[in-house]
């Protein structure tokens, strides 16, 4: 069983900083991409950032320049550092991971974590 558990959450004002983690735990083969998704209330769950096995980032155009995504291998975690927050940073993040359960499956599965609230007041 994969669990991925997330940490960091909480009221900041806006300008402020939070960093949250997401550590990975189980029965686990190997970790692909991993991402943070993030839901505002009454809104579509969306990709804050991501980042591959390599290293590689992508982030979406809102948090490009505020907020940075990064991994440590070692730990199977990920991790997102947000900065100059915004009130509308706020809603719930999620973490999201790409994962072969064991050698014996082909393919990775998508693991969500439970969500941290991340709340920016002005």
């Known amino acids: 069983q994969v669990q991925l558990v997330e940490s960091g959450g909480g009221l900041v004002q806006a300008g402020g900083s939070l960093r949250l983690s997401c550590a990975a735990s189980g029965s686990i083969f190997s970790i692909n991409a991993m991402g943070w998704y993030r839901q505002a209330p009454e809104k579509q769950r969306e990709l804050v950032a991501g980042?591959?096995?390599?290293?590689?980032?992508n982030y979406a155009d809102s948090v490009k320049g505020r907020f940075t995504i990064s991994r440590d291998n070692a730990k199977n975690t990920v991790y997102l550092e947000m900065n100059s927050l915004k009130p509308e940073d706020t809603g719930v993040y999620y973490c999201?991971?790409?994962?072969?359960?064991?050698?014996?499956?082909?393919?990775?599965?998508?693991?969500w974590g439970q969500g941290t609230q991340v709340t920016v007041s002005s």
């Open positions: 980042i591959t096995s390599g290293g590689s980032t």
């Open positions: 999201n991971g790409r994962i072969r359960p064991s050698s014996v499956y082909r393919y990775e599965y998508s693991y």
